[in-house]
């Protein structure tokens, strides 16, 4: 029973973890209508650069506790690239979809070789920190404390992003802007500068995402391109622009993906896809997406 | 005389909204009928029931007799019904002789040949260059379609709905967005058109009373959904009442016009 | 459709539809040229560069199909590779496991499989444009590639299954050795097919059919209202892609002799984007320059550096940005240029 509870709730750290990244795309998606195909690379730089901060913080001699924390920071500092890509990436606003999704797969390409660069090309781990926080007892059960921790964290990360999206005012200009990019600006929004907010917060979403997930998975240069995958899936079945699409789809994948490696092992990924083609034929838009043309 | 195309108590509701309500109409041959009215009287949903991109919630639209609720456009076309939109709609890289060859094409039921050359084929050319020569579009032949001033890119666009040899064809504010002087020159060309092509009847939706009253054969006014009036010119324009309710202050120059 | 769209892009080419006699004239010339050097190529050039030209031939032909998709219908697949896996998977599965030698019913084969497989998902998928297209066509590429990776009893897993010499018109040339043969009778052979179905495809851009796809792309709308069968027409354009990228994954596989399941891999599907665009998706030839262009480069910077990804990377942000009509477009620019001053 415990490896049972312990499977369903690293589907929930899983679901935790994509609902991060997703979180992300459907940001970006919302405001600036563009699918971000590099999403899996900011994932996959999160992770590696986690465990690069955290061996440096152990070094420093940070007590093993605290590398939680850092994980998140480094995270969050790696949003400095953000404003720089979508720099690049304004170069093309204005132009077809297509030439939107080519350029983030530009950027696909050229981060493979930038995480190789600096970190080659085996895979990276951090040793066993997980076993900090030790396990926590309830009842008959035993669950891993960090993936609580992680769960807990998405969790407020997301309520955090919807009262943000729903009370604050940038929360409101973002959701007009996304609506009605011409009249945001006719408003008097500096619709540049919000561009750059949210690519950025949607940069630190992936990055935080990879960087929880590095003391439960090795860092390798699969991640990016393994990653968009199911990121796709998640924002797929909760339509595209969508939040609370997000939240469900991430939950949905994670925990199909916790219940085949239970029952059928190879049915693991297909089984995801095979859900995404059902929702598809029934909700064409997703679970919570606005109805496509 | 047999309707051509006919809505028989036509209703449509969206939710407690009633866009129309039992709208009965009938266009025969040789008619150009005009339907007017204030904006969000039901026109323009009662243009997309005439043309099959609504189902009415109640009552039936017939087209030679048969029944073409919500067939589409692509089946519309097939049937003999064409139309052209308010706003311009072309194909922009294509040209002018293409974007006419696309309705020949589908005319000729031909578009299922795949290895058939376009540029070979003499029919094909010289049908779009007659189609072209009736909207003055054949010097411009091959222009891209977005390069052309906004009166050729809405001749065009009713230029390659007439090249589907429609029997009806339903246009949709054709003169709007062009300079008063060219109005008149618009609405000739279309009639010659419609000769030439072999429109058995035409609809306008208009705003531009004094076109309606120079070139319909009959006027249907709408107004919140219901018919308020379908008649002659001569007779529509006479009464103060319906004028009034549908026109306000050109009262008195139209039925100058029209008596 | 946005006025920005991938039509303002084709506009500034305007290459598709009808072309004149004075235009064919220099471009017939142009593709004899190209088709006398490749058909010398083996006799001059080193065996290494000749053994490049066949992956070239295999994804010129995949382009060609690609493009009839993209560039000429509008539709931006992420999941092509999938058919391209298909045709690698029907050529090592007939020559290893079914013991089917012959290369006509291998192409016949993986070709039809192909379009079967393709039914469904573009029966599907063309009730989407755009991003979704492009999202739902990535969806289906990776359930292949689970599934090729899943089922390894049938598949042979990440191994993937051995392809076996075909016989060209019966004939194994068993004398010769594997170099030999695919840089001699292959090489020819591959060659010819490259120039019928391009030909094919070139009949079929410029007939009734392809106006109606053009027009498809232009405004989907209007079409429909000019009598055309829009999403038929799309899933047609569906089918015909699916099969040339088979084919061009029949060649692929009997170059390495492997169907690995990478080559179904979204990855390999932005590649086939990558190349098209890259030679110009606005333009007839522009696919076919872009897979030899793309196969040289991507060799040349293999051989340079360990980080070619991210040089082939920089040349897609470039292409993209700077050069959205690709190879083609930069070469109609120059010649419309040249053509000025005279």
Known sequence: MTSFFDILLGGVFHAAVLFLVAAGLQLVFGVQKIVNLACGSFYALGAYFGITSVNWALAAGLPPWMFLPVLIVSGIVLGAIGPAIEALLRTIYARDEAFQLLLTFALVLMFQDVLRFFWGPNPQQLSNLVTEYGRLSIGTFSVSTYNLLVIAASILIAVGIGAFLQRTRFGRILRATAENREMSQALGVNVRWMYTSVFTLGTILGTVGGALVVPTAAASLDMPVELVVEAFAVVVIGGLGSMRGALVGALIVGLMRAAAITFYAELEILAIYLVVIIVLIARPAGLFGKPIE | MTALIETIGVSKAYGSFIALDGVSLSVASGELLSIVGPNGAGKTTLVNVLTGLLKPTSGAVRFKGEDIAGIGPVALAKRGMARAFQLVHIFPAMTVAQTIGVAVVSQASRSLRLFASVATDAALRSRVREVAGIFGLDTKLDTESRLLSQGEKKLLDIASAFALIPQVILLDEPTSGVSSGDKHGIMRTLMDAAKHAGVQAIILVEHDMNLVAEYSTRIVALKEGKVLADLPPTQFFNDPHIVAAVVGKLVGKVSQRAA | ????????????????????????????????????????????????????????????????????????????????????????????????????????????????????????????????????????????????????????????????????????????????????????????????????????????????????????????????????????????????????????????????????????????????????????????????????VFIFLKSELMSLTQYWRFFLGVTLALIVILFPRGVMGVAQDLWSKVKKKQ
Not at chain 3, 105 to 111: C, D, M
């Open chain 3, 1 to 292: 459709m946005s006025a920005t769209g991938l039509s303002a892009e084709a506009a500034n080419g305007k290459q598709l539809g009808a072309s004149r006699l004075r235009r064919h004239t220099a471009l017939l010339v142009i593709v004899m040229a190209a088709l006398i050097v490749l058909a010398l190529f083996p006799s001059f050039a080193q065996p290494y560069y000749v053994t490049l030209v066949l992956p070239a031939f295999a994804y010129a032909i995949a382009l060609l199909g690609f493009n009839l998709l993209f560039g000429y219908t509008g539709l931006l697949s992420f999941g092509h590779a999938l058919f391209v896996a298909l045709g690698a998977y029907g050529a090592a599965v007939l020559t290893s496991k079914l013991g089917i030698k012959s290369f006509e019913l291998i192409l016949l084969a993986s070709g039809l499989a192909a379009v079967v497989v393709a039914i469904p998902v573009g029966l599907l998928a063309v009730r989407y444009v755009r991003i979704f297209f492009g999202i739902l066509t990535l969806a289906f590429g990776m359930l292949f590639h689970s599934f090729l990776f899943k089922f390894y009893n049938i598949t042979g897993g990440d191994t993937g299954i051995r392809v076996l010499r075909p016989a060209l018109f019966g004939n194994e040339f068993s004398d010769l050795d594997k170099t030999a043969f695919l840089i001699g009778p292959f090489y020819y052979y591959c060659l010819v097919l490259l120039v019928a179905l391009g030909f094919v495809m070139w009949r079929i851009v410029h007939s009734p059919f392809g106006l109606h796809l053009t027009a498809i792309r232009e405004n989907s709308r209007k079409a429909e209202y000019l009598g055309v069968r829009v999403r038929m027409f799309r899933l047609a354009a569906f089918l015909i892609s699916a099969f040339y990228c088979a084919v061009g994954g029949v060649i692929l596989a009997i170059n390495t002799g492997q169907a690995d399941p990478e080559t179904a891999y979204w990855t390999h599907s932005g590649e086939l984007v990558f190349m098209t665009v890259l030679g110009g998706f606005a333009n007839f030839f522009g696919p076919l320059v872009g897979a030899f």
